[in-house]
């Protein structure tokens, strides 16, 4: 019989024999076939001269960044600027994406005619007061002590308040 771990045989036996336990221990290892990986110096923890430097060198510049850019916020907190390697491809907005999604959800949206109920859902989240909108930033901080108030009273502690501005 063929099984997931190989061929198997099964049946009845008519032979009495004694008990004889037998353990194995088998390994498999998967060698890859570059010959070249075993003259390479890497393989034997060997490591180029010029490549440790590099490497010293960039821990130096990280620590001195540390150094230069700690700071401690008006909360008691330690902030640091993230280090960024020299010579990285700049970071590509990602907006596009974000846009074809969205027309791609509302598309579906329509076509399972599921929009006009997620429009009354977003209104039901605007009229129970899971999401506020302000008018201006004038309001904000008013609602944010507020909301601090509130949550305190709840044992929770908002940290980062951060909004949107438009």
């Given amino acids: 019989m063929e099984t997931n771990l190989g061929w198997t045989l099964m049946g009845k036996i008519n032979l009495l024999f004694e008990k004889e336990y037998t353990a194995m221990t088998i390994i498999s290892m998967f060698v890859r076939e570059a010959i070249s990986d075993l003259f390479s110096l890497e393989v034997l923890g060997i490591s180029d001269p010029v490549e440790m430097k590099n490497k010293r060198e960039r821990e130096i510049l990280t620590k001195l960044h540390f150094e230069e850019t700690v700071r ?92 949107n501005r438009r």
Avoid: C
Wanted: aromatic share 12%; hydrophobic share 35%.
């Fill in 72 to 163: 401690i916020n008006t909360e008691g907190r330690y902030e640091v600027l993230l280090p960024w390697k020299e010579n990285h491809f700049p970071i590509t907005s990602n907006k596009d994406i974000a846009m074809k999604r969205l027309e791609s959800s509302t598309k579906k949206l329509h076509q399972e005619t599921l929009f006009t109920a997620y429009d009354a859902f977003k209104e039901w989240e605007l009229l129970d007061n899971l999401i506020t909108s302000l008018d201006n930033e004038a309001e904000i901080l008013p609602f944010i002590e507020e909301s601090h108030h509130i949550m305190a009273e709840g044992k929770f502690n908002l940290r980062g308040w951060t909004y």
